[in-house]
């Protein structure tokens, strides 16, 4: 049964910070490949509110409940954006404004867009609430799983501690979108076989389309390329595999291979993976 936006809300709220230690950043600075991967998650976690933007013109509109959950979840994302911004900052690198300043001049077409295609989904695909939930689901799960490889590789309490009070909250993102997703799914062949579409034709990495391709496909294949990244990747998978209708679409280890190609195309290697010529054996 879905999660109740009363239930969800128990629990919501701001993403503690004040006590954190970030001048401990610069005495014992992150690995720059460490950076490269939080620059691209706070560059998603504000994005947050253009996904939104782009949900509200679709009829989930005129549910109070999603809406609720929409404003929660936005402003939830924008602290977590603040949070990470503040450990590039002590990096002396771009954060806040005049990182979102330029990624939004590079994307400004699609951002125009979106909207428009969003719509155009949400009023001729009857099933479309269903492909967004369980998209946004997907998401949360990966988004998950990647701070919790980021917080292992990095080794770093102070980091460590942020990004498991940042997984707290992306859990209960999930958890949401997942039990909604189960509902509108559940005895739904319909929704099932438009959902199961979509995915399979559409889904990609979050923030595939919003940042450059190769920042995106660097995430996703130095977290999850090998070793316990890729058993996180499974246990999303298995989440996939248990909803309704879903099972044995293979999205994400698809994404993870993918990704870790573009990246030894372009950059010759993926660090903490083998040889290039080892990944292709």
Same mark, same amino acid.
């Given at each position: 049964?879905?999660?109740?936006?009363?239930?969800?809300?128990?629990?919501?709220?701001?993403?503690?910070?004040?006590?954190?230690?970030?001048?401990?950043? &610069? @005495?014992?600075?992150?690995? =720059?490949? #460490?950076?490269?991967? $939080? %620059?691209?998650?706070?560059?998603?976690?504000?994005?947050?509110?253009?996904?939104?933007?782009?949900?509200?013109?679709?009829?989930?509109?005129?549910?109070?409940?999603?809406?609720?959950?929409?404003?929660?979840?936005?402003?939830?994302?924008?602290?977590?954006?603040?949070?990470?911004?503040?450990?590039?900052?002590?990096?002396?690198?771009?954060?806040?404004?005049?990182?979102?300043?330029?990624?939004?001049?590079?994307?400004? &077409? @699609?951002?125009?867009?979106? =909207?428009? #295609?969003?719509?155009? $989904? %949400?009023?001729?695909?009857?099933?479309?609430?269903?492909?967004?939930?369980?998209?946004?689901?997907?998401?949360?799960?990966?988004?998950?799983?990647?701070?919790?490889?980021?917080?292992?590789?990095?080794?770093?309490?102070?980091?460590?501690?942020?990004?498991?009070?940042?997984?707290?909250?992306?859990?209960?993102?999930?958890?949401?979108?997942?039990?909604?997703?189960?509902?509108?799914?559940?005895?739904?062949?319909?929704?099932?076989?438009?959902?199961?579409?979509?995915?399979?034709?559409?889904?990609a990495v979050v923030g595939s389309?919003?940042?450059?391709?190769?920042?995106?496909?660097?995430?996703?294949?130095?977290?999850?390329?090998?070793?316990?990244?890729?058993?996180?990747?499974?246990?999303?998978?298995?989440?996939?595999?248990?909803?309704?209708?879903?099972?044995?679409?293979?999205?994400?280890?698809?994404?993870?291979?993918?990704?870790?190609?573009?990246?030894?195309?372009?950059?010759?290697?993926?660090?903490?993976?083998?040889?290039?010529?080892?990944?292709?054996s």
């Amino acid at each position: 049964m879905a999660i109740s936006i009363e239930k969800f809300q128990e629990q919501g709220g701001r993403v503690q910070t004040d006590d954190l230690d970030f001048e401990s950043f &610069r @005495t014992n600075p992150l690995h =720059p490949d #460490v950076l490269r991967c $939080l %620059g691209y998650m706070h560059d998603i976690e504000y994005q947050t509110v253009l996904y939104m933007r782009e949900l509200l013109v679709t009829p989930a509109w005129k549910d109070p409940q999603f809406t609720a959950f929409l404003t929660l979840w936005n402003y939830e994302e924008y602290w977590h954006g603040q949070a990470l911004g503040r450990v590039l900052a002590m990096h002396d690198r771009p954060a806040h404004d005049p990182r979102l300043h330029a990624m939004r001049k590079w994307n400004k &077409r @699609t951002l125009f867009w979106s =909207p428009l #295609v969003f719509w155009s $989904l %949400g009023t001729a695909v009857k099933k479309f609430p269903a492909v967004h939930m369980t998209w946004g689901a997907i998401n949360e799960w990966t988004a998950n799983a990647a701070y919790n490889r980021l917080a292992k590789i990095a080794d770093h309490p102070v980091l460590t501690e942020l990004l498991g009070r940042i997984m707290r909250q992306e859990g209960r993102h999930a958890a949401y979108y997942a039990s909604y997703s189960r509902d509108m799914l559940e005895n739904d062949r319909r929704a099932q076989k438009v959902t199961s579409w979509f995915l399979r034709h559409e889904w990609a990495v979050v923030g595939s389309g919003d940042v450059p391709k190769i920042e995106t496909s660097f995430a996703a294949a130095y977290l999850f390329g090998s070793g316990d990244g890729a058993e996180l990747i499974d246990r999303v998978e298995d989440r996939i595999d248990a909803l309704p209708g879903l099972s044995g679409l293979n999205l994400v280890r698809t994404a993870i291979r993918e990704a870790t190609e573009h990246v030894i195309a372009e950059e010759g290697s993926v660090p903490g993976l083998p040889e290039p010529a080892s990944v292709a054996s």
